[in-house]
């Protein structure tokens, strides 16, 4: 075999193995993506449900200094995150914004009263934990009506409950195809060298020392792929902590660690595994299905 030949062979080989790493790091990316979201899901079920607002309205009568005091108090309860107290101007410019200047004109006195917007604890956020929390909220004699949209409430808990079921599915087939996609590829590269496997075998080389090398290759191969995939999925966690800052809070160090010990993982078990049985079935195989 000539020079350029060799030159050539070595040039596929290489195309072949670079290929390969790609493929594999685009579907531990997507293992990735899949994971992130699924270790946080309970993070990001809380996250739309503690954006579900309850408005507590004040009587006519009650002081501004009553309502903070009364916002105060409220704060101190288990079942609520926070609260943000509503003066009658800050509440009279946002109901000028929504109907308009002219609003006030068929009213002899402002109509608007104080207010506190409150924020649950998403553990909360349910029909009947709301019932419970609107009658302790409007026991208070201050309060004239405590307010919350429940067919929202109620949308929100069912679509929850929907999406991480299908969530939990598309991640099982994620991981399933992944595992397909990645042995193909892998199959493949060692199936390149399919005639190097076969001059081992020629010369006595045993099943695990032909084995040895190409297991090798392949942990490395897994996790240089690993290390792209961790990458890009970091860059997409910094795009999204720049558009969505706050859901970008979500995702915490410590699911972010796990999730990258998952594409780790998967991406060197599952290269070790294919190339341990490809490997073996090419050993096994007759010199002339070589060329086929």
């Known amino acids: 075999m000539s020079a350029g030949e060799n030159k050539l062979i070595r040039r596929r080989l290489a195309g072949a193995w670079v290929s390969s790493v790609i493929s594999i790091t685009l579907v531990l990316f997507l293992v990735g993506v899949a994971s992130l979201l699924l270790v946080n899901a309970k993070s990001v079920s809380d996250y739309f449900k503690e954006n579900v607002q309850v408005s507590v309205l004040m009587r006519q009568e009650v002081q501004e200094d009553e309502a903070m005091d009364f916002a105060t108090s409220l704060d101190s309860k288990p079942f609520i995150k926070s609260t943000r107290f509503i003066s009658k101007a800050e509440g009279m410019k946002e109901m000028t914004d929504m109907l308009g200047e002219d609003f006030l004109n068929v009213f002899e006195t402002a109509p608007i009263p104080v207010s506190i917007d409150v924020t649950l604890k998403a553990d909360y956020v349910s029909a009947d934990s709301l019932e419970v929390v609107k009658k302790e909220i409007a026991a208070s004699p201050l309060v004239d009506e405590v307010v919350y949209q429940q067919s929202l409430v109620d949308k929100l808990n069912t679509n929850l409950a929907k999406i991480f079921l299908v969530m939990g599915v598309f991640v099982l087939l994620l991981l399933f195809i992944s595992f397909v996609l990645i042995n193909n590829t892998v199959r493949l590269n060692v199936f390149s060298k399919r005639f190097t496997i076969h001059t081992m075998?020629?010369?006595?080389?045993?099943?695990?020392?032909?084995?040895?090398?190409?297991?090798?290759q392949s942990v490395f191969q897994g996790l240089l792929a690993a290390l792209l995939a961790i990458l890009m999925l970091v860059g997409a966690l910094l795009v999204i902590r720049k558009q969505f800052s706050q859901l970008f809070e979500v995702f915490t160090l410590d699911s972010l660690l796990i999730v990258i010990g998952v594409v780790i993982v998967s991406g060197v078990v599952i290269c070790v595994v294919s190339t341990y049985f490809v490997v073996g079935k090419l050993v096994s195989l007759p010199k002339d299905n070589l060329y086929y």
């Open 201 to 216: 075998k020629l010369v006595g080389a045993t099943k695990s020392f032909i084995r040895k090398p190409f297991l090798g």
